[in-house]
């Protein structure tokens, strides 16, 4: 198990390395000039190859790569080029808004999505799974960014239940502020996870060990629960796992809309502003974040599953 780990974690470090590389090299294809695009088109030119410098883009493609591994092996990724602010200071600023969308999201989705999947399971064919199966579907269909469109339409115009844009102050208002962010973003993921749980149940229950637990004469809900969930809630682990991503990105529309701060709003602006440093910066912390939320779903399904430990 510790080699597994070991090996997962090397691999994610790899990886992360790859994806800075890759960025690099899409955002120097951009077409124009980042100096010119940050102090507009009637900066002289001094102005320009000074503010190119500052940047370090006066140097080769491969040196500016070269330096910034070197940088951020020393916890530094650069400053922003307008404030002149820690680019790590402003991205872990607004890291806990996006952290806290996505985990709200994903979580409500997993505690409505894994018990209506394992009930519709255990009454396959019946009316209920039905009418399961069809709303899972219809929410997996929809993109969030139309449900977080209607639902500010329904729950804050037309209602006035639930603030539109912002983030709120304080706890409580936070919350609040949270609500319709979240079912924009983890609606779909209830449908993902509910039809996952119900496929892995009925697999479950066809295998041996579920056949001889009822020789033996257990009851059905003690078998449901102990013999046939733990196995098929994995699927869905590992489905959360590898949708970090996902979650991530429609994040990143849900912020804009709500107008929320956070990664994907931060994103969104230093592209629009060619502002490097923070594009790098955000996109670091968040590919960190992916590949972090994989290794520990595959960590999380080796201790969960015998099977897995064994082959480790």
């Given at each position: 198990?510790a080699?597994y780990?070991?090996q997962?974690?090397?691999l994610?470090?790899l990886?992360i390395?790859?994806?800075v590389?890759?960025?690099n090299i899409?955002l120097?294809l951009?077409?124009?000039?980042p100096?010119?695009m ?5 900066a ?5 190859e000074?503010?190119r ?15 910034f ?6 916890g530094d ?14 991205v872990?600023?607004a ?5 806290a969308?996505?985990?709200?999201s994903i979580a409500?989705?997993?505690l ?7 009930y519709?399971?255990?009454r396959r064919?019946?009316?209920i ?5 069809i709303?899972s579907?219809?929410?997996i ?6 449900m977080?469109l ?6 804050a ?6 603030p ?7 706890f409580?208002?936070?919350?609040v ?5 979240a ?11 509910a039809?996952?749980v119900?496929a892995?149940?009925?697999e479950?229950m066809?295998?041996?060990?579920v ?5 033996f ?15 098929a809630v994995?699927?869905a682990v ?7 991503a ?16 956070g990664?994907g709003?931060?994103?969104?602006s230093?592209?629009?502003?060619r ?7 955000a996109v670091?912390?968040?590919t960190a974040?992916i ?8 960590l999380?399904?080796?201790w969960l599953d ?6 480790l």
């Amino acid at each position: 198990m510790a080699l597994y780990a070991i090996q997962r974690l090397l691999l994610s470090v790899l990886i992360i390395a790859v994806a800075v590389c890759l960025l690099n090299i899409m955002l120097h294809l951009v077409p124009g000039d980042p100096a010119v695009m940050i102090l507009g088109p009637r900066a002289t030119p001094e102005l320009i190859e000074k503010t190119r410098v500052e940047m370090g883009l006066d140097q080769p493609f491969l040196i500016q790569m070269a330096t910034f591994f070197g940088n951020l092996l020393r916890g530094d990724m650069g400053v922003d080029v307008f404030t002149g602010r820690s680019v790590t200071t402003i991205v872990m600023e607004a890291l806990p808004f996006t952290l806290a969308l996505i985990s709200a999201s994903i979580a409500w989705a997993a505690l409505i999505g894994i018990p209506l999947g394992a009930y519709s399971a255990l009454r396959r064919n019946t009316w209920i799974d039905r009418i399961t199966g069809i709303l899972s579907v219809g929410t997996i269909s929809i993109p969030s960014f139309v449900m977080a469109l209607y639902g500010t339409l329904i729950f804050a115009v037309w209602l006035g239940w639930l603030p539109a844009i912002g983030a709120g102050e304080g706890f409580g208002d936070q919350v609040v502020h949270l609500i319709l962010p979240a079912f924009a973003v983890g609606v779909s993921w209830v449908g993902y996870i509910a039809r996952i749980v119900r496929a892995a149940m009925l697999e479950v229950m066809g295998e041996n060990h579920v056949r001889m637990a009822r020789a033996f004469g257990l009851r059905e809900g003690r078998i449901a629960r102990g013999y046939v969930l733990r196995i098929a809630v994995l699927p869905a682990v590992t489905l959360i796992g590898a949708g970090v991503a996902h979650l991530f990105s429609a994040a990143v529309f849900v912020e804009v809309i709500f107008a929320r701060p956070g990664i994907g709003a931060l994103i969104v602006s230093a592209v629009n502003e060619r502002n490097y440093p923070i594009v790098l910066g955000a996109v670091l912390i968040t590919t960190a974040i992916i590949v972090l939320a994989t290794l520990i779903s595959d960590l999380v399904i080796a201790w969960l599953d015998p099977r897995q430990r064994e082959g480790l």
